[in-house]
Structure formats: structure tokens, C-alpha cells
């Protein structure tokens, strides 16, 4: 079992930059690929960008693509979601995800382990 847990969520200005972080206890993050999806209130979640256990391979939504860098240091056991020139639209609740499937699927359903999630407010 594996325990994911994120941060650096907050209120920010469109136009600004956060990074978030997701850290794991109970077992090495760098056994499976990793994601980070989102949930804006009254909308479905969404995929937002995955990582290889490597790190070489990743895969970003079109919405987010350019904006966003998905990374990951699996000697601190972290991934992370820099996320620049955010927008309003950006705004949601932001889940990392794991997965022990070798796939940069962009399904929640293939992700078995899920953070508990860290709000993103973009202000217009």
C-alpha cells in the first residue's frame, strides 16, 4: 500500500506559477508510473499530465500542454506539477495518482492509488 500526499496549492493570480508536489509513504514511488488529475466543482475529473517510472516518458492533456512540466525525483520519493502562465480555467482540485500498470494512460480508472487532493484557485 502506498500513501500519496500533495501540496503547494493556493490562491494565484492569472498569468502566475505554482508547483505541486506529491509525496508517497509505505512504498518507493519509483515502482510506478505516476499522474496528476484535476476536478473543477461540477465537472468530471480530468487528466492532466503522467510520468514513466523513469521519468523519461510523459504525456500532458492538450489543455494544459506547454504550461505545465510534469517531473519526478524517485530518491525523494516525489513527483511534481510546475504550472506556469496559470489561467482561471486552470482552477480545481489537483489528485496525484499511481499506478503499477507500465501505461501513460490518461484514465482515472487504470490509476490504483490517489492522494486525497490540494486546491488550485487561479484569480481572474
Known amino acids: 500500500q502506498v500513501l500519496l500526499v500533495e501540496s503547494g496549492g493556493g490562491l494565484v493570480q492569472a498569468g502566475g506559477s505554482l508547483r505541486l508536489s506529491c509525496t508517497a509513504s509505505g512504498r518507493t514511488l519509483s515502482r510506478y508510473f505516476m499522474a496528476w488529475f484535476r476536478q473543477a466543482p461540477g465537472k468530471e475529473r480530468e487528466f492532466v499530465a503522467a510520468?514513466?517510472?523513469?521519468?523519461?516518458?510523459?504525456r500532458y492533456a492538450d489543455s494544459v500542454k506547454d504550461r505545465f512540466t510534469i517531473s519526478r525525483d524517485n530518491a525523494k520519493n516525489a513527483e511534481y506539477l510546475q504550472m506556469n502562465s496559470l489561467k482561471p480555467e486552470d482552477t480545481a482540485v489537483y489528485y496525484c495518482?499511481?499506478?503499477?500498470?507500465?501505461?501513460?494512460?490518461?484514465?482515472?480508472?487504470?490509476?490504483?492509488?490517489w492522494g486525497q487532493g490540494t486546491q488550485v484557485t487561479v484569480a481572474s
Open positions: 495518482a499511481g499506478t503499477e500498470r507500465n501505461v501513460l494512460s490518461t484514465l482515472s480508472a487504470s490509476y490504483n492509488y
Open positions: 510520468i514513466s517510472w523513469s521519468g523519461t516518458s510523459t
